[in-house]
């Protein structure tokens, strides 16, 4: 049994990205941030920078399964956060070893394309994202352009999230940073309608990392015990002053700081 004040535990499936910005180190933070303990689980090796990735090599699934195996048989894992998946090969395993702990919530992060526009996933693993992993998925964290990749017969935001909900997914929070939107518009569906739409002040530059820490957030308090809606509202607030206080240590994108809450009040 975990001691008393062990903290919730919350295992992320991830790329790892070498710029801090993104993937695995974004999940880290941010959960640890949450008050959790983060159980990574590499699901490629990537090679990037801040302005765009490069190449990437999806992890065998034979020691993906391991690693989280190993983990899942040991500790109590109380969430699942989900963000890379470079192959329909990596999808399959990862269905199959949700199938086997169908009781904890997971968030998905569908992370078709970095944030400098380069595809992450095919045609293929799209399709198997959608058959085998949303009807396994507790809150569906896509931007406005990944939405309407998941679900391109829908016409509008609202439709896509209608039709995601109706893949499986219990909640849907399509955020709205790529639209041409004065504020930045996230919107929250389940229960087969829109259940909120957050506004958020626009911020002046460009993240790298920004979905992985939002997703990363929201997992961290589902395992804290929050009921979804509030998680996302205030993974929402998180991630908006990680990226308020980010920083650019590149040639590209900033990078959110994600223990920003770290700093002395003087500082």
Not at 25 to 52: F, K, L, W, Y
Not at 60 to 68: N, P
Not at 191 to 203: A, S, V
Not at 227 to 238: I, S
Request: proline share 6%; with cysteine; charged share 20%.
């Amino acid at each position: 049994m975990p001691h008393p004040t062990a903290p919730p535990v919350v295992m992320c499936f991830s790329g790892l990205d070498s710029t801090g910005g993104a993937g695995i180190q974004a999940d880290i933070e941010a959960i640890t941030s949450m008050g959790c303990h983060a159980a990574p689980v590499v699901t490629a090796i990537t090679v990037q920078n801040t302005r765009t990735v490069i190449d990437y090599t999806p992890v065998k699934t034979t020691l993906l399964i391991e690693q989280a195996r190993a983990i899942l048989e040991d500790m109590p894992v109380a969430s699942i956060k989900i963000g890379m998946l470079a192959d329909t090969a990596t999808i399959e395993a990862i269905h199959t070893l949700l199938t086997d702990y169908p009781d904890i919530p997971v968030i998905l992060d569908p992370v078709l394309s970095a944030s400098s526009g380069v595809a992450l996933s095919d045609t293929a693993a799209i399709e198997a994202m959608l058959q085998l992993l949303l009807p396994q998925t507790t809150i569906l964290t896509p931007n406005s352009m990944e939405a309407q990749r998941l679900a391109p017969e829908s016409d509008s935001l609202e439709a896509c999230g209608q039709e995601l909900l109706d893949r499986g997914c219990d909640f849907v929070l399509i955020t709205g940073t790529h639209e041409q939107t004065e504020t930045v518009e996230n919107r929250l569906f389940g229960n087969h309608r829109l259940l909120e739409t957050f506004h958020w002040e626009r911020l002046p530059h460009e993240y790298h990392g920004s979905g992985c820490t939002l997703a990363a957030a929201i997992a961290g308090l589902l395992a804290q015990g929050l009921e979804p809606f509030t998680a996302v509202h205030e993974a929402q607030e998180y991630t908006w002053e990680a990226l308020r206080n980010g920083y650019r240590l590149g040639s590209g994108q900033f990078l959110p700081n994600r223990l920003f809450w770290a700093r002395g009040e003087d500082e």
